[in-house]
């Protein structure tokens, strides 16, 4: 850099030469920043200090201060609140349960029966769960939460209350900050919910998935820390989570920590499981748990259920002990290619976005077909409708094989009622109970996960392919028993 002084006297000697320079720089810069913004503008932003205008830490939850700093980012993630347009009723999200009434009777006796509708945007998970009638006509734990609202901060506040050690504004890799973490959580699960959601005033928040201090993605939910410990623990192979295989090689003295261990490339993913996941309260305390024991496949958290006598509810017409699922779509996506493949959830659900001269992540978190060209085609280069074909072909499919189990599932609730009202012997009204449950469970696991199939296409025929098969075999249960008593 020149002194004042010497470029004054360089203007009035050469008088073009400045202009020529400022040019050239000027062209450089832009060559340059163009060059630096195709070969990765996200490490850049992260590594530069990012200009501050307001300073964020562990407390800072509204995101509209967080926006101050950016301003795209923030642009993006309020557009959270559009409707998918094939969704909506008036301003509300569509009720499943009109749409497919069978799930009234398939579920009768718990509160999915009367209140079940499509997701919506990120916007409006606070305020969704406040509202159905599973809430507000049924008891519900402060340990719903967890996945509903920015709880981060509202979790360390009631730690530090119940005396935790340390300040909320500690870091969270600081001992403290996760006793504190912990502390909250459990504090917080077993409240009642109308009081546990006086705690929090957000839908997640850009502080539940970045650290304040670096920005870099992190976990924050006890939840999923837990879960994906046990996880790593399982025998099953993860070729799709590099970090949990290398941990298993390792001294395993730690226990495994997705903060720590996990690549910036697993995040992408791993920020979503924190709560696109099945899940159970476990106990009177209502604790949130992930039930990965075993590993991630329908099968696996079958097994862990029927090995500690796990029960959502007894099935009001039939008294099978069954499960609910719960919107797997972590657990779905790992079974598919493009888990295999390495493609993370971020990748087509929040594909970079041109705003103005600047690439950023895309924070408005919705249906990827919407956005065929920035989700799909930096990948598959092949026309929309060629691309919307094979999703279709992929969705239509499974649509059909789960009408085709629900029908299978409802005849043997119907053929259950009948066999009881007979009084059928007890042995096999329960074998065919047991058979409920495994139909019931597999037909359930492809219905709640929100994909229809895409996540994971032969994985999701697989399951309700076996979802028929236990409904036909429970069937055959009572067909033999009704011909036993007839011989009698
Ligand atoms: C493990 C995280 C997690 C927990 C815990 C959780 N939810 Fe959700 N919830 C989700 C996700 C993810 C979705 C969006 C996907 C979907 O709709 O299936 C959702 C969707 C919903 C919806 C909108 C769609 C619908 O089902 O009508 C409501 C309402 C809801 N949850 C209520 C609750 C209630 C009540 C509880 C406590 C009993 C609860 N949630 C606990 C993650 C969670
Ligand atoms: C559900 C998790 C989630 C939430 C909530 C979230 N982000 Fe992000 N954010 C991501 C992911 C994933 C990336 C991509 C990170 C990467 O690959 O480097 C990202 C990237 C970023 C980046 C880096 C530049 C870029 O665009 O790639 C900034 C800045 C950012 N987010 C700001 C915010 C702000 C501000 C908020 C709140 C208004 C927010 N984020 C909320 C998940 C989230
Ligand atoms: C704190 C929990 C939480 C995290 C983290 C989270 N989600 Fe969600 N997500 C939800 C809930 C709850 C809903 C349903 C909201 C409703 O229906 O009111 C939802 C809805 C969605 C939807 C449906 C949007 C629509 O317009 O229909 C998509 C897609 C989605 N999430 C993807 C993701 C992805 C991808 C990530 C990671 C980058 C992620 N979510 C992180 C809880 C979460
Ligand atoms: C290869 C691209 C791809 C990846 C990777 C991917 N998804 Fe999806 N996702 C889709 C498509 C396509 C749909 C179907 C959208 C539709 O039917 O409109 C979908 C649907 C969803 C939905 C329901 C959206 C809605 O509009 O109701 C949620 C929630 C979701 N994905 C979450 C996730 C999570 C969490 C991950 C990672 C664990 C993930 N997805 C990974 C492509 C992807
Ligand atoms: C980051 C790259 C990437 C992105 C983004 C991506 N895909 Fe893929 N996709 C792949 C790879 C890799 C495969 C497996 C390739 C193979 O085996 O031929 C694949 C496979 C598929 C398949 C074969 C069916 C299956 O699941 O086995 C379909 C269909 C597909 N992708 C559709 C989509 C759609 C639709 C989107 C956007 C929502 C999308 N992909 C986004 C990389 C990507």
Redesign the pocket.
């Known amino acids: 850099m020149s002194s004042p002084s010497s470029a004054s006297r360089a203007r009035a000697a050469r008088p073009l030469l400045p202009m020529l320079l400022v040019i050239l720089a000027a062209g450089a810069t832009v060559g340059v920043l163009l060059l630096i913004d195709n070969i990765n503008q996200r490490k850049i932003e992260a590594m530069q200090p990012f200009q501050l205008r307001v300073q964020v830490d562990e407390t800072t939850v509204d995101p509209a201060v967080w926006g101050q700093n950016f301003p795209r980012q923030y642009d993006t993630y309020r557009l959270?609140a559009e409707m998918?347009p094939d969704?909506r009723d008036g301003d509300k999200?569509r009720q499943k349960l009109d749409l497919y009434p069978v799930w009234r009777d398939l579920w009768a006796g718990y509160p999915f029966a009367v209140d079940y509708r499509e997701?919506?945007?990120?916007a409006?998970?606070l305020e969704?769960q406040r509202a159905t009638l599973r809430v507000t006509e049924f008891a519900q734990p402060g340990a719903c939460l967890h996945?509903?609202a920015s709880v981060y901060t509202a979790y360390r506040q009631a730690g530090v209350e119940q005396g935790a050690p340390g300040a909320v504004t500690d870091p969270l890799d600081s001992p403290e900050g996760r006793a504190q973490l912990f502390a909250g959580f459990e504090h917080i699960n077993p409240m009642p919910y109308h009081e546990a959601t006086q705690l929090v005033n957000h839908p997640?928040s850009c502080i539940?998935?970045h650290d304040p201090r670096t920005l870099n993605l992190r976990i924050t939910r006890p939840a999923f820390m837990t879960g994906i410990q046990e996880l790593a623990k399982s025998d099953q192979a993860l070729p799709h989570l590099p970090s949990i295989e290398r941990w298993r090689q390792g001294s395993r003295e730690e226990e495994y920590d997705a903060n720590r261990h996990a690549s910036h490339h697993e995040m992408r993913s791993l920020?979503?499981a924190?709560?696109?996941v099945e899940y159970y309260f476990k106990g009177p305390e209502r604790r949130l748990v992930y039930p990965w024991h075993r590993g991630l496949k329908v099968e696996d958290m079958e097994a862990f259920y029927d090995e500690i006598g796990f029960t959502d509810w007894v099935h009001a017409k039939t008294g099978s002990p069954l499960l609910k699922a719960q919107h797997p779509e972590f657990e779905l996506w790992s079974q598919g290619t493009h888990a295999q493949a390495g493609v993370s959830?971020?990748d087509c659900?929040?594909p970079y976005r041109r705003v103005g001269a600047a690439k950023i992540s895309d924070h408005q978190?919705?249906?990827p077909l919407l956005d065929l060209s920035r989700s799909c085609q930096v990948c598959h280069r092949v026309e929309d409708r060629e691309l919307l074909a094979r999703v279709e072909a992929i969705q239509d499919r499974t649509r059909a094989l789960t009408r085709r189990a629900e029908s299978a599932v409802m005849q043997l609730v119907l053929a259950l009622q009948a066999a009881i009202a007979e009084d059928a012997p007890e042995a096999a009204l329960n074998e065919a109970r047991q058979l409920h449950r495994k139909a019931q469970w597999r037909l359930d696991f492809v219905f709640s996960e929100n994909s229809l199939g895409f996540h994971a296409p032969q994985e999701s025929a697989r399951i309700l392919g076996e979802a028929i098969d236990y409904a036909r075999q429970g069937q055959v249960v009572l067909l033999q028993a009704r011909t036993q008593v007839a011989v009698r």
Do not use: F, P
Not at 119 to 122: D, L, P, S, Y
């Open positions: 959270t998918h969704r999200a997701a919506r945007g990120h409006y998970m969704d996945c509903h997640v539940d998935c920020v979503c924190q709560c696109h959830c971020a659900h929040m978190i919705r249906s």
